[in-house]
């Protein structure tokens, strides 16, 4: 059986950032990764780019992981986004930051964030173990015992950091809730956030890729209004997807009906005036020119107008009440039925982990077995797009970090 000082279990953005930040001269660190290269996740996000964080104040990120923003502060005051940021500028990896605050590697490549942080881990000593996955881990001797088809080896602390069970084919598939349950250590449920929406009979299915800025929606369930969001939507062959919808899906469930409003700015109400007003100033014009005015695609002006019975070629001084009132409530809250949100294999997060109040959000040990740690998506924290997921994945690496280093003082 061969001894380490920690076993991190998981080579993503928080195993890497535990283990580089844990590591220090006369200590044996071991990470052991399923897949034959670390990172993999790491690698898709972004679409390859690693939006890795998010500009602004680390007040600002709290409201980012909706309830859970609290437990995250000492993590992300202690490893805030500019000391990320720092981290890879001063390994020559600069950071540009784009119109919504999102940032990124000035390369643009996920491959070169990896690459820092393969090659800080090496410089550091910390054994890199890949093609090596943890099949079960126990905590009988005091010590705690970890098996791979490789080896045992045994240490007084251990990390896991196995991520949540999202694009499992990614390495993170949910092993390290099994070895929560192992350790005694209690796991919330989990269900996918940050996923696209399923549509019942979506009828925009053949505008896939059509992209709205800052659409405003509302989200109603068994008839009661439940939730107010605005962002970027798109359209799939399926459903619902993009920044607005992703952040917003976390409170989603099947059955709900989200409203979408395609009239910018103005509410029912104001379209109405706005339409009637319009209309009578420009009786001879075709009802699709006069929807033109309105932030609608023409594509859709015509669909919309199309699913409210209305020709497309009808006049403005023929537009009857009828036709007026459904194009007004297809415009402003088009309802439609969330036949389901996205399973685990398109989520991008997972919600609910290892449960909070079982951890210490100073260090990230488990308040039930000493030298116990978690890092990262593992935990019950899932995050907006934007960069708010790698940046907790790192804070929470570097303060358990900290936290085990305090051990040895
Ligand atoms: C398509 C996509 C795009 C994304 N884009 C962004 C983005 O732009 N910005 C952002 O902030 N977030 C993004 N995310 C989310 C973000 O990537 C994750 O939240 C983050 O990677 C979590 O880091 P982690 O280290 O906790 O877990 P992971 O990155 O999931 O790493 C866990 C590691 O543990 C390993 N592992 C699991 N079980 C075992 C085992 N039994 N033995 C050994 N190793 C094991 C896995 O193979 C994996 O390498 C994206 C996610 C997806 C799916």
Redesign the pocket.
């Known amino acids: 059986m061969e001894q380490y000082d920690i076993a991190v279990?998981?080579?993503?953005?928080?195993?890497l950032s535990c283990a580089i930040h844990a590591a220090v001269p006369g200590r044996r660190i071991l990470l052991?990764?399923?897949?034959s290269t670390?990172?993999?996740?790491?690698l898709?996000?972004?679409s390859g780019q690693?939006?890795?964080t998010h500009a602004g104040d680390t007040h600002d990120f709290l409201p980012h992981y909706g309830d859970h923003g609290k437990f995250l502060k000492p993590a992300l005051f202690s490893f805030p986004n500019h000391a990320l940021i720092a981290f890879f500028a001063t390994r020559g990896l600069g950071a540009e930051t784009d119109e919504n605050g999102k940032i990124f590697p000035e390369t643009r490549k996920s491959a070169d964030v990896l690459e820092v942080l393969v090659k800080e881990c090496g410089q550091r000593g910390v054994d890199l173990h890949c093609e090596?996955?943890?099949t079960n881990v126990s905590h009988a001797t005091g010590e705690f015992e970890i098996t791979t088809p490789k080896a045992t080896y045994q240490c007084p602390v251990l990390v896991i950091?196995?991520?949540?069970a999202?694009?499992p084919k990614?390495?993170?598939?949910g092993?390290?809730y099994r070895f929560c349950a192992a350790l005694g250590q209690p796991v919330t449920d989990i269900a996918p956030a940050l996923t696209p929406l399923r549509i019942q009979a979506f009828p925009f299915a053949a505008f896939s890729g059509m992209s709205f800025e800052h659409l405003h929606f509302s989200v109603w369930r068994a008839g009661k209004k439940i939730a107010d969001h605005t962002g970027d939507v798109l359209f799939t062959h399926l459903g619902l997807s993009g920044p607005g919808i992703l952040d917003a899906s976390r409170d989603i469930r099947a059955g709900d009906e989200i409203r979408l409003s395609f009239a910018g700015s103005l509410g029912r109400e104001a379209f109405a005036a706005d339409l009637a007003r319009r209309a009578e100033e420009n009786r001879s014009w075709q009802l699709s020119t006069l929807l033109a005015a309105y932030p609608i695609p023409e594509r859709l002006n015509r669909k919309l107008l199309a699913l409210s019975g209305i020709p497309v070629d009808l006049r403005c001084s023929h537009f009857s009440t009828v036709q007026r009132s459904k194009l007004i409530a297809n415009v402003t809250e088009f309802p439609l039925t969330v036949a389901a949100p996205g399973d685990f294999s398109v989520a991008?997060?997972t919600r609910g982990g290892a449960a909070l109040e079982h951890v210490n959000q100073k260090t990230m040990e488990s308040k039930i077995v000493p030298g116990l740690y978690f890092?990262?998506?593992?935990l019950d924290i899932d995050?907006d797009?934007g960069?708010?997921?790698?940046?907790a994945?790192f804070s929470t690496g570097f303060i358990a970090a900290a936290g085990i280093r305090k051990r040895w003082e």
């Open positions: 279990i998981g080579a993503g953005p928080a195993g052991l990764e399923k897949n670390p990172g993999n996740k790491l898709l996000a972004g690693c939006n890795f090596e996955p943890v950091t196995t991520g949540g999202s694009y990614t390495g993170s598939s092993d390290g991008m997060v890092a990262g998506e593992v995050g797009t960069g708010y997921n790698i940046q994945a």
